[in-house]
T-cell receptor, first 112, second 110 residues
Framework: GDSVTQMEGPVTLSEEAFLTINCTYT??????LFWYVQYPGEGLQLLLK?????DKGSNKGFEATYRKETTSFHLEKGSVQVSDSAVYFC???????????FGAGTRLTVKP | DTAVSQTPKYLVTQMGNDKSIKCEQN?????MYWYKQDSKKFLKIMFS???????INETVPNRFSPKSPDKAHLNLHINSLELGDSAVYFC?????????FGSGTRLTVV
């Protein structure tokens, strides 16, 4: 079935470092792809999304590009802040279907 | 205005007890979900309801029973609680713009 695989954490970076969290997917058809963020003690919040190949989702300095040829949707940020410390989930929603399949989550800790 | 609200936020109870978690959304979404998040942050879908009808029921013990009195509410009742039920339970709803999650209910079974 459709699924996503994201890099295992935890990831620890210094403030202003470059961030990449890898995510690849397996799907039939053309899924929509998402990144969600979970701050400590809170629920998941949508960070960004892309609905078709070559789309770039962006929000709060984070970006991810839907790459059909490599079935990837890697999350990047050029300069992380302490406030970006959270768990990040890659997810996909199969074409024509509201279901959401989540990756295992990657914990990011940013140190000052 | 809270979009997806679930209560209680924390729940500590003894093994064998029966407990309920309530969820309400004011987004007008037709579909609601319950997810379980374990200590390693892995999210597993438990149930999905569309307009009060069950559409997903993953492999979940039948001690867990969802109830949807209307499309804005999806409650989760758990019978005979076990230690392994300790987790954070998230309610969510989905619409055209994607999923909206509640802030979670941390269940601790002692």
């Amino acid at each position: 079935g459709d699924s996503v695989t994201q890099m295992e954490g935890p990831v620890t970076l210094s403030e202003e470092a470059f961030l990449t969290i890898n995510c690849t997917y397996t799907a039939t058809g053309y899924p929509s792809l998402f990144w969600y963020v979970q701050y400590p003690g809170e629920g998941l919040q949508l960070l960004l999304k892309a609905t078709k190949a070559d789309d770039k989702g962006s929000n709060k300095g984070f970006e991810a590009t839907y790459r059909k040829e490599t079935t990837s949707f890697h999350l990047e940020k050029g300069s992380v802040q302490v406030s970006d410390s959270a768990v990040y989930f890659c997810a996909l929603s199969p074409y024509n279907n509201n279901d959401m399949r989540f990756g295992a989550g990657t914990r990011l800790t940013v140190k000052p | 205005d809270t979009a997806v609200s679930q209560t209680p936020k924390y729940l500590v109870t003894q093994m064998g007890n029966d407990k309920s978690i309530k969820c309400e959304q004011n987004l007008g979404h037709d579909t609601m979900y319950w997810y379980k998040q374990d200590s390693k942050k892995f999210l597993k879908i438990m149930f999905s309801y569309n307009n009060k009808e069950l559409i997903i029921n993953e492999t979940v013990p039948n001690r867990f029973s969802p109830k949807s009195p209307d499309k804005a509410h999806l409650n989760l009742h758990i019978n005979s609680l076990e230690l392994g039920d300790s987790a954070v339970y998230f309610c969510a709803s989905s619409g055209l713009l994607g999923y909206t999650f509640g802030s979670g209910t941390r269940l601790t079974v002692v």
